[in-house]
């Protein structure tokens, strides 16, 4: 998120015209997830997230949204089973991610890949949507992976691993070996920070398409769309990018302050709901320092820990989870520009249970706007004008 340089007569004005983005206002009801209750805080399915993030793993947290509570020993078995069936892609998507360009965007590379999957594998009525749900959550890393390892490498991977986590599977596919346990376990916390958010602009979108009673795919196509936007994904890439042209702590220090003076963009701070602090910030951060420690290099981590200092002494703004998330996937040589990819694999669970839950007692959603143009008029007789 960037910060906000607006003045006050502009932010007025902005409500007045409904250009605020509808913030402070509900637009309709969830049991799926809270997000900023008393200035902080953020559950899914009444679940804290640091708990889950803490004694839950990914997968769970999948089942929890799709189906309202957690999972036991047999269920949670059984759909990570079901899950690892579904890895594979068809020839057909293969060949369409090779005629991808390597210089695409790789948002732009999931959009396609997820549009495709729906014209050969429709969701032809609304009883299979937890199985397209499931097809898109087993098929994003193998998507992105292999479009990524095919334009860049030149390698067709595999798109099966026998890893048992899709944290772990993805990390498999990226780079061709056995990741770590604690590489496996960040992962997955990541996942599981970035699966749910309420009404973001993603999600709404997804919530808007489903209002119209579309297909699966194309709800979450268009979400994917809605956070390619850098005004809502793509800033722990823009983190990413700003912290590597630091040096020091000392330099991030003065170069964020002349960044300032200069009214640049800092991605990574502040947040349209929270007040006071991301609760997924303390969460990220704790596991950017222990991978810091691993590799035996802290300067990103440091770097970044200057950065959060100095930006809540001198404008009171705080990290939201974006921000360590760059130092942590840096850690894991994970590639900047699959950073929001990888946001993607992990909110489909938010925006598909969205879907899901728009359908179960759907009106359309068709608000109205404030008419700002000219008067009424008639047409003047083109040879008079």
Known sequence: MMVDTKTDDTKVADKKIG???????????????????????????????????????????????????????????????????MRDLPQSLKEVLQHIPKDTHPMDVMRTGCSFLGNIEPENDFSEQTTAANRLLAAFPAIMCYWYRYSHDGIEIDCVTDEASIGGHFLR????????????????VSLILYAEHEFNASTFSARVCASTLSDMFSCITGAIGTLRG????????????????????????????????????????????????????VIIKAWSEKLAQENGDTSLYDISVACEEYMWDTKKLFCNADFFHASTYNYMGIPTKLFTPIFVCSRLTGWAAHVMEQRENNRIIRPSADYTGSEPRTVVPISQR
């Open 19 to 85: 250009g605020a983005g509808l913030r402070g206002q509900s637009a309709g009801e969830t049991s799926l997830c809270t997000v900023g209750q008393s200035g902080s805080g953020l559950t899914y399915c009444g679940y804290d997230v640091a708990d889950l993030a803490e004694n839950a793993t990914f997968e769970e947290v999948a089942y929890l949204l799709f189906n309202g509570e957690l999972p036991n020993a047999s269920q949670l078995d059984n759909y990570k089973t079901q899950l690892m069936s």
């Open 230 to 281: 850098p005004l809502h994904g793509g800033a722990n890439e823009a983190a990413m990018d700003m912290i590597q042209k630091f040096s020091s702590p000392e330099d991030a220090k003065v170069k964020m302050a002349g960044m300032l003076e200069r009214k640049e963009k800092i991605m990574g701070f502040g947040h349209a709901i929270y007040r006071t602090s991301d609760p997924r910030n």
């Open 173 to 188: 596919l990226l780079n061709g070996t056995t990741p770590s346990e604690q590489h496996r376990r960040v992962m997955d």
